[in-house]
């Protein structure tokens, strides 16, 4: 069975306003969106920085396991895998609106069953689960 081809394909998410970075000197972060982001997506594509723009991978688009139904402009959530201090974890971001139960429901399922450390919001407030390294850990 081929696996489905995974692409952004209109989906900007990551430079709407629910992360946070830099793009050449114009800052955006929650409720503020990157400054190039166009109608279409991004207006400076071909030159964008390497650092956020080239380096951050969502995590939908990178880790199989999350279903076809999981893009974060299908399912209102973004998904990241990141590191710090030796310790991975997904960290879930809202999208704009409280997440939704079966999302919530299928991601935390997927997290507990495979040993993961997660840190998600409800109605914007941040929860963890996982080790007790990750959930001392300082972020």
């Known amino acids: 069975m081929k696996k489905p081809n995974r692409t952004c394909d209109g989906c900007t998410a990551c430079c709407e306003g629910w992360l946070s970075g830099e793009a050449h000197g114009h800052q955006f972060s929650k409720g ?6 166009a109608q279409k997506g991004c207006s400076i594509y071909p030159d964008r920085p390497q650092d956020p723009c080239v380096k951050y991978k969502c995590s939908w688009l990178n880790e199989e396991v999350l279903p076809m139904w999981f893009r974060p402009d299908l399912s209102k959530v973004i998904v990241s895998k990141k590191e710090k201090d030796g310790i991975i ?34 109605n914007g407030a941040s929860h963890r689960i996982g080790s007790a390294e990750f959930n001392t850990l300082v972020l």
């Open 32 to 37: 503020k969106p990157c400054f190039f982001l």
């Open 89 to 122: 974890f997904y960290d879930v971001v809202e999208k704009g609106k409280v997440i939704e139960a079966h999302i919530l429901n299928w991601i935390l399922t997927w997290a507990i069953q495979n040993q993961h450390n997660l840190m998600y919001q409800i």
